[in-house]
């Protein structure tokens, strides 16, 4: 299970990095929400997937899942969305601004 959910990382890594590397605006958006969903992957894939254990110590329970990796993912989750919204928000006030999403053009390169 946890060598699936990391080739899934993987290929979210791939892809976020793919759309990071291109020109138009929107694309480097999703780049980034797609980097930050395979982070999230990573982290949960890391503390060690144990199904059906308690989240915390109590009496006569000795094996428990470590509940940090989702205490960071859920507060990862709310800054990513921030983010997310904050750099949609950029890009469509630059796109109207400028009346183009092309990071070439909005550099002055107009080697196309």
């Known amino acids: 299970m946890e060598f699936i959910i990391l080739i899934l990382a993987g290929v979210l890594f791939a892809t976020a990095i ?3 590397l291109q020109k138009q605006l929107l694309r480097l958006v999703i780049g980034s ?3 930050s969903h395979g982070a999230h992957l990573f982290i949960l ?7 059906g254990r308690p989240p915390i110590l109590t009496d006569g329970v000795e094996n428990y899942t470590d509940p940090l990796p989702q205490a960071l993912i859920l507060t990862s989750i709310v800054i990513s969305f921030g983010i997310t919204s904050l750099l949609l928000v950029l890009a469509y006030r630059t796109a109207n ?4 999403d092309n990071m070439e053009q909005l550099r002055g390169n107009d080697n196309e």
């Open 18 to 20: 793919y759309n990071l």
């Open 97 to 100: 601004e400028n009346e183009t």
């Open 45 to 51: 894939t890391m503390g060690e997937l144990k199904r």
């Open 33 to 35: 929400v797609l980097l």
